[in-house]
């Protein structure tokens, strides 16, 4: 499943493509994906230029010119992937691909949803009350950016007994941090995973921070050096797999003390960590 990194690279790959273009048409080949998809408010895009492409946590944001500057949320479940044609603007279009659902038309690039098990999401919402939509209104900060860090994450673990790894995929809380890469974090600031939130100290809060902000940002900077002018996921996300530590690799050894790592198992979600050097 994608997680923050992943959207993020898909959003920088796919900005250069659609910011300043104008788009043409818009085809709906199935009327509902995760949710129903808005048609008419889908097809009031059709003449408007993308002004920007943002991301708050895994949902794209398309920005469209236009006094209610109409904004399409884009999210791409479990298996979704958004790829990003060049073509001539006379030329004719190429046919739906398999699990196909939707394409918006910008002239010189064509933007294609692929989805197979339909978990992603379309929809339209306007720019001055984007914080209000739906899909986003009950969203904890972004964690790389400012707001996020050991003061907040102390703040809110206070007498919570969930388990750390829990709090930080917990998108109340924080968003865009997975299994990967919360299991990650906990392995760089030396936190067994399972440890109750509310146990974390001052000090502590401030790695387990730290360690989410760099393990997303090298994540991101992997991922943004995968692809061209094409952009896809989750058929491709093994672009950071050399740099994780201790997802997937229980029974290695440790790179940092050596020890065995472990995986454990909590409602069919794996959890890795290393007993020689997390506390
Ligand atoms: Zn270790």
Redesign the pocket.
Known sequence: MPELPEVETVRAGAEPHLVGRRLREVTLLRPDLRWPIPAAAVQDLTGRRCTAVRRRSKYLLLHFDGPSEPVALVHLGMTGRLLVDVVKPREERPEPRLHEHWRMDFGDRLVRFLDPRRFGALDVGFAAHLAQHPFLAKLGPEPLEPGFDGAFLHRVSRRRKVAVKTLLMDAHVLVGVGNIYASEACWRAQVRPRRAAGSLSHAECAALAEAVRSVLTAAIAAGGTSFRDYVGVAEDAGFFARELAVYERQGEA?R??G?VLRRTTDGGRSTYW?A???R
Do not use: I, K
Request: charged residues 10%; glycine residues 24%.
């Open positions: 440790c940092r003390c020890g290393c020689g050097c997390q």
